[in-house]
């Protein structure tokens, strides 16, 4: 079975930084690409950043690119995302998301992550 379970969130000012973390469990952690989605209140989901499962190489939205940087321990089940500078408009409840593969996959859709694997989630408020 299948779990994620996302910790890390909280309020930050403008400018501050935080570090997200996604321990994982149920399957093969080191063999799957991971993403980290967030969705912003009265939006939808939006995928912001994706790394290989052996961290050959990774991907991350215009948005956050730079600011943003998205990293995996595989020895700990373990996905990160460290958020520096952040704003207002990264005021978000954040989801780690697997893959179904190794690596990510861009479609017209956009990264082939797997919509039915979902952890609860972590509220980031950026606030001063």
């Known amino acids: 079975q299948v779990q994620l379970m996302e910790s890390g969130g909280g309020l930050a000012q403008p400018g501050g930084s935080l570090r997200l973390s996604c321990v994982a469990s149920g399957f093969a952690f080191d063999a799957y690409a991971m993403s980290w989605l967030r969705q912003a209140p009265g939006k939808g989901l939006e995928w912001i950043s994706g790394?290989?499962?052996?961290?050959?190489?990774?991907y991350s939205h215009d948005s956050v690119r730079g600011r943003f940087a998205i990293s995996r321990d595989n020895t700990q089940n373990t996905l990160y995302l460290q958020m520096d500078n952040l704003k207002p408009g990264d005021t978000a409840t954040y989801y780690c998301?697997?893959?179904?593969?190794?690596?990510?996959?861009?479609?017209?859709?956009?990264?082939?992550?797997?919509?039915?694997?979902r952890g609860q989630g972590t509220q980031v408020t950026v606030s001063s």
């Open positions: 790394i290989y499962a052996d961290s050959s190489d990774a």
């Open positions: 998301a697997k893959h179904p593969s190794a690596r990510i996959i861009f479609t017209s859709t956009g990264p082939n992550w797997e919509s039915r694997y």
